[in-house]
T-cell receptor, first 114, second 116 residues
Framework: AQKVTQAQTEISVVEKEDVTLDCVYE???????LFWYKQPPSGELVFLIR??????QNEISGRYSWNFQKSTSSFNFTITASQVVDSAVYFC???????????FGKGTSLLVTP | DGGITQSPKYLFRKEGQNVTLSCEQN?????MYWYRQDPGQGLRLIYY???????QKGDIAEGYSVSREKKESFPLTVTSAQKNPTAFYLC???????????????FGEGSRLTVL
């Protein structure tokens, strides 16, 4: 069975603070893909990043960085120097070769205040 | 602009009525999906379609029906058999086959259904 756990339901930070969103996954497949999506107040989800199970390199994109650790089955997302525009719900998701669609976590609601 | 259009954005219905949510994409994507989002529950897959005239049930298909007669359209009908239909519904599409970024979904802005 595949499962994605985002233990943090809501996080509130003050602008310019760093924040890390946790994601833990479960799968028995050896080939799988992990994703992060952002859902702003407008409702549509926006793709942020994909990682496959064979690539454990960390990724940095501007203020965003992702830490993938197979040893702990985690794919955490860090926002550096957060901004108000980062306020959104963030979803971690998992896709395996045995399934066609993504399995999403329950999401973490991030509120960044001025 | 290319994208996914969902309509209506807000919909109210009385108990016992069927309602159809529209999803249209002009991205030329083969695959389309319907997800349901409830507060604190994340997204759950209702139906998906990898190709025209073919679709499969997702995790929570009971009380829903879909059709895929055209590549660009994937309407979802919420029937009276769906016991708790009040939710936010999201449609998505993706490329399949060679060159596709596996799992990259493009989403519409959603339809919020409220049953009175």
């Amino acid at each position: 069975a595949q499962k994605v756990t985002q233990a943090q339901t809501e996080i509130s930070v003050v602008e310019k603070e760093d924040v890390t969103l946790d994601c833990v996954y479960e799968t028995r497949d050896t080939t799988y893909y992990l994703f992060w999506y952002k859902q702003p107040p407008s409702g549509e989800l926006v793709f942020l990043i994909r990682r496959n199970s064979f690539d454990e390199q960390n990724e940095i994109s501007g203020r965003y960085s992702w830490n993938f650790q197979k040893s702990t089955s985690s794919f955490n997302f860090t926002i550096t120097a957060s901004q108000v525009v980062d306020s959104a719900v963030y979803f971690c998701a998992l896709k395996t070769n045995s399934g066609y669609a993504l399995n999403f976590g329950k999401g973490t609601s991030l509120l960044v205040t001025p | 602009d290319g994208g996914i259009t969902q309509s209506p954005k807000y919909l109210f219905r009385k108990e016992g009525q069927n309602v159809t949510l529209s999803c249209e994409q002009n991205l030329n994507h083969d695959a389309m999906y319907w997800y349901r989002q409830d507060p604190g529950q994340g997204l759950r897959l209702i139906y998906y379609s990898q190709i025209v005239n073919d679709f499969q049930k997702g995790d929570i298909a009971e009380g829903y029906s879909v059709s895929r007669e055209k590549k660009e359209s994937f309407p979802l009908t919420v029937t009276s058999a769906q016991k708790n239909p009040t939710a936010f519904y999201l449609c998505a599409s993706s490329i399949t086959g060679d060159g596709a970024i596996v799992g990259e979904l493009f989403f519409g802005e959603g339809s919020r259904l409220t049953v009175l």
